[in-house]
């Protein structure tokens, strides 16, 4: 089968499309025939070695052998199941987040059956690759803090990427009032999934405004502490997506001082797992209540364009990599 591998931490011009054994599937594992995987923020830095956390789970100098590939989201159809799974048949469409285990840059990648759901019957292969680690990380992150009311606020920083505009759909099914922000040229996608107002990061500072949100969902992890808890209601819930281990530090030393001063505001890194939530995300999809924002859709061979226009920083929504056509 082919595969997009890599040997070194680097850029997109160290990824090569080689010719690769196809994997067997353990006992309780199912070979996908992989159709279509998806562009994560965590495949660029795995490629790149950065944060440095990542070189410890995953090769210090260079990737550890059996974990030279990218690609965590896939969607495809089983090809072959080992022999305690009884989730699956040869031929169900599936889809899930591979996590650490990666290879979703390939023909065909193995899985744990629990970590795979029945593919939303009415979405894409491309469709569905591109909801699981983004939409799993936008509901974990919305369930943090939900505002209990409706017409409650949030403020979603980061709002017109990947994660950004799932949370604004789930936000907005709850009846809150969503604010996004974002850079100038992604508004127009916040708007278009449900944001009820928008600001462009380069033109006004969200946190000198006079607005108070009951839940902010960071994206970015840019921001000081200071400046969020100016915005953030005195109950209210600031959930991180991932960030730098310094800013991971500073809020579980924030989290540690609110015991001792009886802080409500509740500071929570969003870190949970791949997969938790994927039948529900299914069910809203199912149901027309949700639907991922595709800005451009890339081969295998083309997946170092990917990478690159990934890191560019233009793209609304994901970026989907179509690999073999469903038959």
Same mark, same amino acid.
């Given at each position: 089968?082919?595969?997009?591998?890599?040997?070194?931490?680097?850029?997109?011009?160290?990824?090569?499309?080689?010719?690769?054994?196809?994997?067997?599937?353990?006992?309780?594992?199912?070979?996908?025939?992989?159709?279509?995987?998806?562009?994560?923020?965590?495949?660029?830095?795995?490629?790149?070695?950065?944060?440095?956390?990542?070189?410890?789970?995953?090769?210090?100098?260079?990737?550890?052998?059996?974990?030279?590939?990218? /690609? %965590?989201?896939?969607? $495809?159809?089983? =090809? @072959?199941?080992?022999?305690?799974?009884? !989730?699956?048949?040869?031929? +169900?469409? *599936?889809?899930?987040?591979?996590?650490?285990?990666?290879?979703?840059?390939?023909?065909?990648?193995?899985?744990?059956?629990?970590?795979?759901?029945?593919?939303?019957?009415?979405?894409?292969?491309?469709?569905?690759?591109?909801?699981?680690?983004?939409?799993?990380?936008?509901?974990?992150?919305?369930?943090?803090?939900?505002?209990?009311?409706?017409?409650?606020?949030?403020?979603?920083?980061?709002?017109?990427?990947?994660?950004?505009?799932?949370?604004?759909?789930?936000?907005?099914?709850? /009846? %809150?009032?969503?604010? $996004?922000?974002? =850079? @100038?040229?992604?508004?127009?996608?916040? !708007?278009?999934?449900?944001? +009820?107002? *928008?600001?462009?990061?380069?033109?006004?500072?969200?946190?000198?405004?006079?607005?108070?949100?009951?839940?902010?969902?960071?994206?970015?992890?840019?921001?000081?502490?200071?400046?969020?808890?100016?915005?953030?209601?005195?109950?209210?819930?600031?959930?991180?997506?991932?960030?730098?281990?310094?800013?991971?530090?500073?809020?579980?030393?924030?989290?540690?001082?609110?015991?001792?001063?009886?802080?409500?505001?509740?500071?929570?890194?969003?870190?949970?797992?791949?997969?938790?939530?994927?039948?529900?995300?299914?069910?809203?999809?199912? =149901?027309?209540?949700?639907?991922?924002?595709?800005?451009?859709?890339?081969?295998?061979?083309?997946?170092?364009?990917?990478?690159?226009?990934?890191?560019?920083?233009?793209?609304?929504?994901?970026?989907?990599?179509?690999?073999?056509?469903?038959?």
């Amino acid at each position: 089968m082919k595969a997009i591998v890599f040997t070194k931490y680097g850029s997109p011009d160290d990824l090569e499309l080689k010719e690769v054994p196809t994997p067997k599937p353990k006992p309780a594992e199912v070979l996908v025939r992989v159709h279509a995987s998806s562009i994560n923020s965590w495949d660029w830095e795995y490629l790149t070695g950065t944060p440095f956390v990542n070189r410890l789970m995953f090769g210090v100098v260079k990737p550890k052998r059996g974990k030279q590939r990218l /690609g %965590a989201d896939i969607a $495809g159809t089983v =090809a @072959a199941i080992g022999a305690s799974v009884t !989730r699956f048949q040869v031929g +169900d469409a *599936v889809f899930g987040d591979l996590w650490d285990r990666w290879g979703g840059f390939a023909e065909y990648a193995c899985a744990e059956e629990n970590g795979l759901e029945p593919k939303p019957f009415n979405a894409s292969f491309e469709e569905a690759a591109s909801v699981p680690q983004a939409g799993v990380l936008a509901l974990q992150a919305f369930r943090q803090g939900a505002p209990t009311r409706s017409g409650g606020t949030v403020l979603i920083n980061g709002a017109g990427g990947g994660v950004g505009t799932f949370a604004i759909q789930m936000a907005k099914l709850s /009846g %809150a009032e969503v604010t $996004g922000v974002d =850079a @100038a040229h992604k508004l127009d996608t916040a !708007r278009a999934v449900g944001a +009820d107002h *928008v600001i462009d990061f380069a033109e006004h500072d969200f946190a000198d405004g006079d607005k108070i949100y009951d839940l902010i969902i960071d994206c970015q992890g840019t921001r000081s502490m200071s400046d969020i808890n100016r915005v953030l209601a005195s109950d209210g819930t600031y959930a991180m997506i991932g960030g730098e281990m310094k800013r991971v530090r500073q809020l579980w030393m924030r989290n540690a001082l609110a015991a001792l001063t009886q802080e409500r505001r509740k500071l929570r890194l969003v870190f949970e797992g791949p997969n938790k939530g994927l039948s529900e995300l299914k069910a809203l999809m199912e =149901a027309g209540n949700l639907a991922p924002v595709i800005d451009k859709t890339f081969s295998l061979a083309q997946v170092p364009d990917a990478l690159r226009y990934f890191a560019e920083g233009q793209h609304k929504g994901k970026i989907a990599i179509s690999i073999a056509p469903a038959v």
